[in-house]
């Protein structure tokens, strides 16, 4: 069983930076792909980008570029660094872990096992 913990959301201009963090209890956290997804009012849940157990990186192409996830085994976390916010990125944020996601579907939410319970963040024009 792993519960994760978001936290870091908020409200930020557009342009500005913000920095989401996700704690993880467990103590097979290293082995876990996490994976950052958002969702928006009246739309599906989207990928963002993941960092699996090796720490391979990937990222959605509205990510890239502008997003950086990291993960730190010794403390159980994983972060989200995001840079030049639009406000198409406000979402409610959840990070998700799973014990063996495949590179090929590493974009699905049903890829993943444990998630946390969402961080707000509202970017403004």
């Known amino acids: 069983q792993v519960q994760l913990v978001e936290s870091g959301g908020g409200l930020v201009q557009a342009g500005g930076s913000l920095g989401l963090s996700c704690a993880a209890s467990?103590?097979?956290?290293?082995?876990?792909?996490m994976g950052w997804f958002r969702q928006a009012p009246g739309k599906e849940r989207e990928f963002v980008a993941t960092i699996t157990s090796s720490g391979r990186i990937y990222y959605a192409d509205s990510a890239a570029g502008r997003f950086t996830i990291s993960r730190d085994n010794a403390k159980n976390t994983v972060y989200l660094q995001m840079n030049s916010l639009k406000s198409e990125d406000t979402a409610v944020y959840y990070c998700a872990a799973g014990r063996f996601v495949r590179i090929g579907t590493l974009q699905r939410a049903s890829s993943y096992d444990y998630w946390g319970q969402g961080t707000q963040v509202t970017v403004s024009s």
């Open positions: 467990g103590r097979t956290f290293s082995g876990y792909a």
